[in-house]
């Protein structure tokens, strides 16, 4: 049995991970909803038939090519810890993280895959890459499904589809979506209006965890909805188009918060600075909020010679799992409340406070 | 008005998206819309659809169904197991409830019918059966033109795809 700890990358190494457009876009992902032929959905099915599901698809998946040397587990082997660290790292859903026997996941060496087995469906696949990458990430997933699609009998209708547990997903299946960070947008208060007008082309806005949870670290999710009677190819570019705008607009956005408002952009990302530099008790969602605008002021080059990437490692060790799995003693809230500030300010400790001026505005 | 999740307090929220050019209503009280997350209803509820669709869904099914018990006979998943959970039991009961599904599908769709990918196998075998039914024909005139030799051919043609078709080995649960 491998360990998920030391078979994920060390988050120094993922927050060097770069792709087009990752200052704004932090990753693209597919996923593709599959379930077997006559066999009952997750929810549905007793625990015997979730277990012979799992027995089915596992063996399968872990034989593709691209799955070689791959981190496989059943979901009950798996420590309530180890489930959050997978969380934190978008690598599984919050709901899969729920899941215990029955269930599964096979994730690959490098990271761009990733295979939940019992989740809502039977197979929920995803490719997942740094940047703004939905075409490639389409592109990978589209052929481990077709090379997966020789192993087992997916439950398919000439008319609907891809059959999925719910009807929201029927059809292709498909949810290609982007993790976006947009400061710009949120300090300029153009980020509902937006919102708004992409919920009209039909994507949804969600999250930094997907479903149902909170814009953290002014941290988006942008996806299709619909999935029945378009093609995928159709619904990739149209979630390339409508990105390609958002990218737009909060570069936009963020250049003229410089013109127009640079005392209220100096004034943020200053006192996100002092805060995390000399804080001694921080929670995770005040240190994210406040990554969010060191990030900013890192694009902006307001931090002379700091890389995005000692913003984005902080990102992801200062969430509670990963900040718990470094320390051998099961703390509460309010001590790792503690220990995260600690660790922010020492990570800190060279950087220099914000300059004032950008050396070529807008960078 | 009343609130369309729990039918009893009057709607306070009132939501409407447009998808397409389609246009959805939900009226909640201001119970059912918190603990649906429904706080802000300018900001992200809307895009909080796969929920809001999971209470249209079991409303129209429902309504379809004209109220009777109807179950899967496959895996026993009834009506009222939908409207609890918003997801189906099997991938038979997209047949089994295929009416009350087919209004729901149209108002959360582009279409009601798959255009995309589908399994090689299910290409393949369509391809098969078109092209069976091409040799058929030609057969049948071959026959009738006392063309034996070629008819003969024809015969081991289709024998063979035949064969090939009904073949496909694949790990089975």
């Known amino acids: ?363 | 008005m009343q609130c369309s999740i729990c039918k009893e307090k009057p709607a306070t929220v009132h939501l409407t998206q447009i998808v397409g050019d389609k246009m959805q209503k939900l009226d909640l009280c201001e119970e059912c819309a918190k603990t649906k997350g429904i706080n802000d209803p300018t900001a992200f509820s809307l895009a909080d659809a796969d929920k809001l669709f999971g209470l249209g869904a079991s409303q129209e099914i429902e309504q379809a169904a004209g109220g009777a018990e109807l179950k899967c006979p496959h895996c026993g998943f009834s009506q009222a197991d939908f409207k609890k959970s918003g997801r189906l039991g099997c991938p038979e009961c997209y047949k089994t409830f295929a009416e009350g599904l087919s209004t729901l599908l149209k108002t959360m769709h582009k279409d009601t019918r798959h255009v995309g990918k589908s399994p090689e196998a299910l290409r393949a075998s369509r391809e098969n059966s078109d092209r069976l039914k091409t040799l058929q024909k030609k057969l049948n005139k071959a026959i009738d033109g006392e063309n034996f030799e070629e008819a003969a051919q024809l015969r081991d043609e289709i024998k063979q795809l035949g064969e090939r078709s009904s073949a496909p080995k694949k790990l089975t649960q």
Not at chain 1, 159 to 181: E, K
Not at chain 1, 193 to 211: C, D, H, M, T, W
Not at chain 1, 290 to 302: I, Q, W
């Open chain 1, 1 to 363: 049995m491998k360990d998920i700890h030391t078979f994920l990358a060390p988050p120094a190494e993922t927050a060097r991970r770069h792709g087009p457009h990752d200052r704004i876009v932090m990753s693209s992902r597919v996923r593709l909803a599959r379930n077997l032929k006559g066999a009952a959905f997750p929810g549905w099915a007793k625990k015997p038939e979730r277990m012979k599901v799992l027995e089915t698809i596992r063996p399968a998946v872990e034989r593709l090519p691209e799955m070689k040397d791959s981190f496989s587990e059943a979901m009950d082997n798996l420590t309530a810890l180890d489930k959050q660290i997978l969380v934190e790292r978008h690598l599984i859903s919050r709901e899969h993280a729920a899941k215990n026997t029955g269930s599964g996941v096979v994730l690959n060496r490098e990271e761009t895959f990733c295979v939940m087995i019992n989740e809502e469906d039977h197979l929920r696949m995803q490719a997942l890459r740094p940047g703004f990458q939905t075409r490639e990430v389409w592109k990978a997933i589209d052929n481990l499904d077709s090379e997966l699609e020789k192993l087992l009998d997916y439950a398919f209708d000439g008319d609907l589809g891809y059959l999925t547990a719910c009807p929201t997903n029927l059809g292709t299946g498909i949810r290609v979506s982007a993790m976006l960070h947009l400061p710009g947008l949120v300090l300029s208060e153009q980020i509902n209006p937006i919102i708004q007008s992409v919920n009209k082309l039909g994507l949804a806005v969600r999250g930094l965890y997907g479903e149902g949870t909170e814009a953290l670290g002014n941290v988006f999710q942008v996806s299709n909805q619909m999935t029945l009677g378009e093609s995928e190819t159709v619904i990739v570019e149209r979630l390339e188009k409508v990105l390609g705008q958002i990218i737009e607009h909060e570069e936009n956005g963020r250049q003229t918060l410089l013109e127009k408002k640079p005392k209220v952009v100096f004034n943020h990302i200053g006192r996100a600075y002092g805060i995390l530099a000399n804080a001694h008790s921080i929670s995770s969602k005040e240190t994210m909020n406040l990554l969010s605008l060191l990030r900013l002021g890192v694009d902006m080059g307001l931090f002379p010679g700091a890389e995005r990437s000692l913003v984005d490692e902080l990102f992801l060790v200062t969430q509670p799992a990963h900040l718990q799995k470094q320390l051998s003693d099961k703390l509460t809230a309010e001590e790792r409340d503690l220990i995260r500030a600690d660790m922010v300010r020492d990570r800190l400790k060279n950087l220099s406070r914000p300059i004032v001026k950008p050396p070529n505005a807008g960078n």
